[in-house]
Nanobody, 119 residues
């Protein structure tokens, strides 16, 4: 099992910055990738950014503004969000993908943290 605890959400004006943190505990040794998803009211959950061995991946809407990073020693992943826009308003969820057996993975989710960007 993997437990994820997020922090760092809040209210910020457009153009501002926030940094989200997600601390993982439990069976962290078998985590292949971690990432951030978000879900706005009335919309589907979407990938924002992910980090894995060998690289990172970003949604087109956040490229150049958001940066994902990982501290392996602390089992923590961060999302630095700059130049925030009102359309970034959503609940942000931390995700960890863990390898169970070869070819089989399982996703774990944090409780979510609200990010609100005012215009």
């Amino acid at each position: 099992q993997v437990q994820l605890v997020e922090s760092g959400g809040g209210l910020v004006q457009a153009g501002g910055s926030l940094r989200l943190s997600c601390a993982a505990s439990g069976s962290t040794f078998s985590i292949n990738a971690m990432g951030w998803y978000r879900q706005a009211p009335g919309k589907q959950r979407e990938l924002v950014a992910s980090i894995y061995t060998g690289g990172t991946n970003y949604a087109d809407s956040v490229k150049g503004r958001f940066t994902i990073s990982r501290d392996n020693a602390a089992n923590t992943v961060y999302l630095q969000m700059n130049s925030l826009k009102p359309e970034d308003t959503a609940v942000y969820y931390c995700n960890a993908r863990r390898s169970i057996i070869p070819g089989l993975t399982r996703d774990y989710w944090g409780q979510g943290t609200q990010v609100t960007v005012s215009s």
